[in-house]
């Protein structure tokens, strides 16, 4: 099969897990491909991403790497081959290729936990309230490229609406309860659509008040997207410059479990955030 000029986040976190388990092996990428039967660069390619790599290859190498995690390598077998086109390739000439990344990442997310001090999360959004954020963005955004991004937040949506949809966590401070955004009248809109958000089964929504003690953040929003095993989580960290920063070292996913847990434990439950809600709606 040809090379894949343009791996997805998908494919190279495929090929970097595959080479963590050949260094864990102690085997170099030369050892590896004898090993295997194949060359050194076919090696380098599946771990690069830019190769697709079959299932049953996969579990191969993970044999060969004396890999006996069975759920771990069936979590990998099923990240293979060359994927149907999902909905986001069609932004990649539009977007930059982190917020692709971001909506594929989301799609194949068991879970999704998200923390935010100054913004609602994206996936709660009502798209006033996104289109305004989008025009603020500095340097300015041109009114296709805001629609571009508009269209695009608004189908990532669309998980929280699926059949079977991922059960979804967001812890957000109340300082972006009160940013509002756009003016009154989309703040309202924003608050309201929080709320009725909130009453969907699968969706969490919790609020930490300017009455926290404390609070453990540095003021970074990020979102924590659970894999079908832990070890394939991976941190989405949002960035000054409008892209996307991924984490997936094993201690920076513990670090950040360990951020949320401690703001799970300051933020309101869940009715009482409903009704802090509630409150900042009549008062707006």
Known sequence: MPPISNPTLRQRRLGAELRKLRERAGFSVTGAAALLGVNQGRVSMIET????????????????????????????????GRRARG????????????LVDLAELEHHATALRVALVIHVPALLQTTDHARALFRAVVPPLRQYEIE????????RQGILHRDTPPPYSALIHESALRMGFGGPTIARGQLRHLLEMSELPHVTVR???????????????F??????VRQLDTVQLDTHHGGCGFLDAEAQLGKYRAVLEH??????????????????LQEA
Do not use: N
């Not at 571009?148 to 189908?155: A, D, F, G, M, P």
């Not at 979102?223 to 079908?228: A, H, K, N």
């Open 207 to 221: 609020v930490i008040t300017f009455g926290t003690e404390y609070f453990p953040s540095t003021g970074q929003s």
């Open 87 to 98: 909905w986001w390739q069609e932004y990649r000439e539009h977007l930059p290729a982190a």
């Open 223 to 228: 979102d924590y997207v659970e894999g079908p």
């Open 148 to 155: 571009h991004r508009l269209t695009h937040r608004i189908k």
């Open 263 to 280: 703001m799970e434990s300051c933020a309101l439950g869940v009715a009482d955030s409903r009704d802090f809600i509630h409150c900042l």
């Open 49 to 80: 991403g830019r190769s697709p790599v079959s299932a049953d290859r996969v579990r191969a190498m993970a044999s060969a790497y004396d890999c006996s995690d069975a759920v771990l390598v069936d979590a990998l077998s099923a990240m293979t």
